[in-house]
């Protein structure tokens, strides 16, 4: 039998769902154990947003600080920045600094059909931050906006199930509508339902 041999681009795939994955444990970490997170903790629970389902949906936090998850990648597991800027999780600054995309956000982890962290959705806590309010992982390898649907792997069960889906607009409106018991139910990034989106949700029901 032929061995099985890893093309580079498997290789880095493998390695970028690595980092996503231990970004995704750091930014629920900080949120649930670390007393950083309580004013984002406090800021979901004012939202009726409950510990299962903070579970659930790996929800965490990015803090203030500019170089956070950076130092954390770099310095304790010991990852290229190259690769972690591959990974959609840092940015490049002119003078060739990098530094964090997400501080001081909620984060969602956006995930594949097969349950992998591909990216993150990191949302503002202050309403009068001058910054956009949602900001999303650049497309890169993982990542494809179109593709993206936000609560299909956490909820493909329940989905098939009733063979139909609902389809909202934020992370949100899935989280709430499933701690109504409609479970049912994924978002969008953005505001167009894509083609491969639909095919996507094809596979599971038959009513969107």
């Known amino acids: 039998l032929e061995e099985f041999h890893q093309t580079q ?10 980092i996503l994955s231990i970004s995704k444990e750091y930014y629920h970490y900080l949120l649930i154990k670390h007393k950083a997170g309580k004013k984002a903790l406090e800021y979901l629970k004012n939202r009726g947003i409950t510990n299962e389902s903070i579970k659930l949906f790996q929800l965490g936090v990015a803090l203030p600080n500019w170089d956070g998850l950076l130092v954390y990648l770099t310095k ?11 990974a959609g999780l840092i940015i490049r600054a002119t003078g060739g600094r990098y530094y964090d995309r997400f501080r001081e956000r909620i984060m969602f982890p956006l995930k594949n059909h097969r349950g ?6 990191g949302r503002l806590m202050d309403k009068s931050a001058k910054e956009a309010k949602y900001i999303n992982s650049p497309e890169t390898l993982l990542y494809h906006k179109s593709e993206m649907l936000f609560g299909y792997s956490e909820l493909f069960r329940e989905i ?3 063979n139909q889906v609902i389809v909202a607009e ?11 018991h409609v479970n049912n139910i994924v978002a969008i990034k953005g505001s167009a339902l894509t083609e491969r989106q639909v095919k996507l949700l094809s596979r ?5």
């Open 170 to 180: 934020g992370e949100f409106d899935v989280i709430s509508s499933q701690q109504a």
């Open 9 to 18: 681009a498997d290789q880095e795939k493998e390695k970028l769902l690595e």
């Open 160 to 162: 098939k199930k009733k």
């Open 76 to 86: 304790k597991k010991k990852y290229k920045l190259d690769d972690i800027e591959k």
């Open 116 to 121: 992998q962290v591909v990216g993150f959705s």
């Open 204 to 208: 599971s029901s038959e009513t969107v």
